[in-house]
């Protein structure tokens, strides 16, 4: 089932640099979270400001909410929003990469300009959009797509009812519709994350041996929920990030 017009995926710039941004990096969160949830409290903005404040080449930072999401209504009246409405999510963040960014880099010796971080689905959105990126970041991804009944639970436990929701619900026909294969694996320098006790991602390590040259991360002690806030796993994306 595809996506609805009105179930938009949106984005909004935080925080934004002055003048022209050299670079962009996208950072995309999981079913039953939010942008603002999983990239700010954890710390992720903050590591990144580095990046945004540089003066050769300053990144904006852009935070996506998914459809049904919580913050997705906020973020589409926010005026540095922007907004896709792509068929199926995945293309719709391609689209919105695409449109919005600074150029990419020529070839592999030059510095990157577009870099994408998901975490959860989040990291499978990431994968599928790769191909129009420098650098790759993808956290807590399961190899084996969960079922149907089992993102009901995640969003239930989130306090999200997609018979309640109709663009929650869209998003939901939309992802079981069209279930992760690991097909297209990343060609770019990709960092592959999760947590050591991750419940959901537990066959994370399988996705390694699909992309090329991938870097792989462990978080020791970490599970599903609180890998995406882990020092090593910000350390190891910004070490990412500065090559």
């Given at each position: 089932?595809?996506?609805?017009?009105?179930?938009?995926?949106?984005?909004?710039?935080?925080?934004?640099?002055?003048?022209?941004?050299?670079?962009?990096?996208?950072?995309?969160?999981?079913?039953?979270?939010?942008?603002?949830?999983?990239?700010?409290?954890?710390?992720?903005?903050?590591?990144?400001?580095?990046?945004?404040?540089?003066?050769?080449?300053?990144?904006?930072?852009?935070?996506?909410?998914?459809?049904?999401?919580?913050?997705?209504?906020?973020?589409?009246?926010?005026?540095?929003?922007?907004?896709?409405?792509?068929?199926w999510i995945g293309d719709a963040l391609r689209e919105l990469i695409e449109e919005h960014s600074a150029p990419r880099a020529a070839s592999a010796d030059e510095p990157w300009r577009r870099a994408v971080i998901g975490y959860s689905f989040g990291g499978r959105l990431a994968w599928e959009a790769a191909d129009v990126v420098d650098r790759v970041v993808i956290g807590g991804l399961p190899r084996t797509d969960p079922a149907h009944d089992e993102r009901h639970q995640v969003l239930a436990a989130a306090g999200l009812n997609p018979a309640e929701n109709p663009r929650l619900a869209a998003l939901l026909d939309a992802i079981t519709a069209r279930p992760f294969a690991g097909a297209n694996p990343p060609r770019m320098p990709t960092l592959i994350a999760y947590g050591e006790k991750d419940e959901i991602a537990q066959d994370a390590h399988a996705l390694v041996?699909?992309?090329?040259?991938?870097?792989?991360?462990?978080?020791?002690?970490?599970?599903?929920?609180?890998?995406?806030?882990?020092?090593?796993?910000?350390?190891?994306?910004?070490?990412?990030?500065?090559?």
């Open positions: 089932m595809a996506l609805t017009a009105a179930a938009r995926l949106v984005a909004g710039r935080r925080p934004s640099p002055e003048g022209d941004p050299g670079r962009d990096v996208w950072l995309v969160h999981g079913l039953g979270s939010t942008g603002r949830g999983t990239f700010d409290g954890s710390g992720w903005l903050r590591a990144l400001e580095p990046f945004v404040n540089s003066g050769d080449a300053p990144a904006r930072v852009w935070l996506v909410e998914l459809p049904g999401h919580p913050d997705a209504e906020e973020a589409a009246a926010d005026p540095d929003a922007v907004t896709a409405t792509a068929p041996e699909l992309v090329p040259g991938a870097e792989e991360l462990v978080i020791p002690g970490r599970n599903h929920m609180n890998a995406v806030s882990s020092r090593k796993f910000k350390d190891a994306a910004l070490a990412l990030l500065e090559s």
